[in-house]
Structure formats: structure tokens, C-alpha cells
């Protein structure tokens, strides 16, 4: 953007340049050398205007200027796009990281509960305190996998955002 502002403030500056360079001729001065003056000559002997050179580079320029800010304007198109699809890549990486933390904490909570679950005594009160760790087994999976599954329907509209960049 800012090369944007840069490119525009050049352009006005230049064709500022140019509309003063129209109104400055050379002149012969009486020693023989020469003058630069906003007037034309007396006695009607230019030598020639400045701006005779400059007027057609002002006028190619602008075209020229023109052509370089729209290549900008695309080149900050596709480095915007890419830095889209940058984010969004990491974005997924992220959630699949927590997709595998979810995971491996779910694994480790069940492996306590099925380590408690077998210290259990076979008796009514065994029994009932096992049936109680399952369910607080089912709780666990239910918890984890509910997260998992928001990270993955996360996942989904990420990269279907993906595909259409």
C-alpha cells in the first residue's frame, strides 16, 4: 500500500515537474551565453524550449506510471493471497496439533481409569464403583471426541477457504 501512496505522490510531483518545464525557454543573452527564462526571447530568437524533450517523456510517462502501479497493485494481490494461504496453513497445523493433544490426553485419562477399574473387588461395592469409573470413562470420550470434532469441522471450512484462494 505504501508503494502505492509513494507511486502516486511521484506521479503528481513529475507532472507538476513537467506543466512548469512548458513555460521555460533559452535564450541568447547579449555576451553570447546562454539564458533560461519563464518569458520567450525578445526579438523572437529561441533558442529552443526545455520542455521541447521533456513534454513527450510527459507525456509517455504517465502511461508508464500507470502500467507500474497496476503490476504493484497485482504483486500486493498475490502477496496478500499467499499470506492468506500462509495463515490458513497454519491455522490447520494448529488444530491438528490440538487434534493430537485431545488424543493422547484422553489415552492417558482412560489408561487411569481402566488401571482403577481393575483394582476394583468382586463384590457388590466393587461392582458399582466399577460401574461407575465407566462411566466417567464415557464421559472422558465423549468430552475429548466433542473437541476433536470441533477442531476438525474447523478444519474443513479452513480449507475449503484453501481451495478457493
Not at 502500467?67 to 494481490?77: F, G, I, P
Not at 490426553?105 to 466399577?130: C, F, R
Amino acid at each position: 500500500m505504501r508503494r502505492v501512496a509513494v507511486a502516486f505522490v511521484s506521479l503528481g510531483t513529475f507532472i507538476s515537474f513537467c506543466s512548469i518545464a512548458d513555460d521555460i525557454y533559452r535564450c541568447p543573452s547579449a555576451g553570447g551565453t546562454t539564458v533560461y527564462q519563464a518569458n520567450p526571447c525578445k526579438g523572437g530568437v529561441n533558442k529552443g524550449s526545455v520542455s521541447s524533450g521533456v513534454t513527450a517523456r510527459a507525456e509517455a510517462e504517465p502511461k508508464q506510471a500507470l502500467n507500474d502501479m497496476e503490476r504493484s497493485k497485482a504483486y500486493l494481490s498475490e502477496r496478500e493471497k499467499e499470506r492468506k494461504k500462509d495463515d490458513l496453513q497454519a491455522k490447520i497445523a494448529r488444530n491438528e496439533d490440538a487434534i493430537r493433544g485431545y488424543q493422547n490426553l484422553m489415552h492417558a485419562e482412560i489408561e487411569l481409569l481402566q488401571a482403577k477399574k481393575g483394582l476394583a473387588k468382586n463384590n457388590l461395592a466393587g461392582a458399582t464403583w466399577e460401574e461407575s469409573l465407566s462411566t466417567e470413562m464415557n464421559a472422558v470420550t465423549a468430552r475429548y471426541r466433542s473437541e476433536i470434532e470441533i477442531r476438525q469441522e474447523e478444519n474443513k471450512v479452513f480449507r475449503a477457504e484453501l481451495s478457493k484462494l
